[in-house]
């Protein structure tokens, strides 16, 4: 079973850039995270859809963040502008069952972003 | 608001030593509880869970946590470490009405350095 793929690993932009990033989760897997880790610090939910829809982006800072799950599967993050703090892995996750907090989460590499 | 606080940020062991690393989390409610791992150059990877019923349970490659709900922890042993158990571990609980949401909260992680 192929696993939680994230593109790119690493990126490199200068604040006030713009900077995406792509997620494709395992097969069949109605429900997709998107993680923000800084660096000593626990992943941190920006959001989490359920199919194509948003359960949950109560933690995603709207004003400069974007998220989308496109046909339900495929998911894009975007920052714009990018801020200094935004420097962090961005992991992405998903999970086979829908609306269950009983998951085992299935998590992909992280993209690595540092913001000059 | 909800937190979940690891105690230990970083232990360095002799292989064939016990572990014992700690884990609260702040919820007086019903949870779901999670320890995941990190090897090295690897993904984030479920090492064991709770949801109910005994709260001693088994993971992966020896390890055990026990969920004391007086204490409000979840703690993560192993009678006796090697040298590849070198990683960082997270506790991770899905808290109250998030049950059906998946949604973890993460502590803030501890490195685990095994010399052999």
């Known amino acids: 079973e192929a696993g939680v793929a994230q593109s790119p690993r690493y990126k490199i932009i200068e604040k006030r850039q713009s900077v995406a990033f792509w997620c494709n989760p395992i097969?069949?897997?109605?429900?997709l995270y998107w993680y923000q880790q800084i660096l000593g610090q626990g992943p941190k939910l920006l959001i989490q859809?359920?199919?194509?829809?948003?359960?949950?982006d109560s933690q995603l800072p709207k004003d400069r963040f974007s998220a989308e799950r496109l046909k339900g599967v495929d998911s894009t993050l975007k920052i714009q502008p990018a801020k200094l703090e935004d420097s962090a892995v961005y992991l992405c996750?998903?999970?086979?069952?829908?609306?269950?907090?009983?998951?085992?989460?299935?998590f992909g590499p992280g993209t690595r972003l540092t913001v000059l | 608001a909800q937190s979940v606080s690891q105690h230990n940020h970083h232990v360095i062991l002799s292989e064939a030593a016990s572990l014992e690393l700690g884990c609260n989390y702040s919820?007086?409610?019903?949870?779901?509880l999670f320890w995941y791992v990190q090897y090295p150059g690897q993904h984030l990877q479920l090492l064991l869970k709770?949801?109910?019923?005994?709260?001693l349970v088994k993971g992966i490659k020896g390890f055990e946590a026990e969920f004391i709900k007086s204490k409000f922890s979840f703690n993560l042993r192993k009678p006796s470490v090697q040298w590849s158990d070198t990683a960082e571990y997270f506790c991770?609980?899905?808290?109250?009405?998030?049950?059906?949401?998946?949604?973890?909260?993460f502590g803030q992680g501890t490195t685990l350095q095994v010399k052999p």
């Open positions: 996750a998903s999970s086979p069952r829908k609306l269950a907090g009983r998951n085992e989460q299935f």
């Open positions: 709770y949801f109910s019923g005994d709260p």
């Open positions: 919820y007086g409610g019903t949870v779901n």
């Open positions: 859809f359920q199919n194509n829809g948003v359960v949950d």
């Open positions: 991770a609980v899905n808290i109250g009405w998030d049950v059906n949401t998946g949604k973890l909260i």
């Open positions: 097969s069949g897997h109605a429900t």
